[in-house]
């Protein structure tokens, strides 16, 4: 693996890095702002989520789990303070996760963008480098992404990045006071 410690990758709008302690505020205003757009998509908040010291902590284990290969837990930063006016400081999240090495060399792929960031591509702008980082720079084989079959952004946004769709997984994640089918994408390093 030829990883970066903290990486940072940059798109023409965003920054995606892992977040620093000092800017936990402004994570606890990204999930505030997006708390009725996310709930359908994700699962229960943690007690104290919606706090800075709650993520504070969080991202003392984030960087450690950067530090060690194993996850890579990104928050999408404004490039340009005509974004930030209109979306917010923070404009989305991506996560790779549940990293494994061997034979397997995979890794999960979960995202969420701002309601007000929604149909401008920024989710694709950032997706595509994160993806592009888990091939060339974590050295992943294959990358997966799930979504609920009526997430048709999500699953629109997918295939626009070269996922393909591999399964259907019935109650796979409990969210929003029930199990959720999922729709089972991925792409592979070949394509």
Request: charged content about 25%; aromatic content about 10%.
């Amino acid at each position: 693996m030829r990883q970066p410690i903290h990486p940072v990758l940059e798109t023409a709008r965003v920054r995606i890095r892992l977040a620093e302690a000092h800017e936990a505020e402004h994570i606890v205003a990204y999930y505030k702002r997006n708390e009725p757009h996310l709930r359908d998509w994700e699962p229960e908040r943690p007690h104290g989520f919606l706090t800075a010291p709650f993520w504070k902590e969080r991202i003392a284990l984030y960087d450690d789990q950067s530090l060690a290969g194993t996850s890579f837990r990104f928050f999408l930063f404004a490039n340009t303070q005509s974004l930030q006016r209109e979306v917010g400081v923070i404009v989305g999240s991506i996560s790779l996760t549940q990293i494994e090495r061997g034979a397997f060399m995979c890794g999960r792929l979960g995202f969420s963008v701002d309601a007000s960031g929604e149909g401008r591509g920024l989710m694709r702008e950032a997706l595509t480098a994160v993806v592009d980082f888990g091939f060339r720079d974590v050295g992943l084989h294959r990358i997966e992404a799930n979504h609920q079959p009526q997430n048709l952004r999500s699953a629109a946004l997918l295939r626009r990045v070269g996922f393909e769709i591999q399964g259907y997984a019935r109650d796979y994640l409990f969210i929003d006071g029930a199990w959720r089918d999922h729709v089972l994408t991925a792409r592979t390093a070949q394509e």
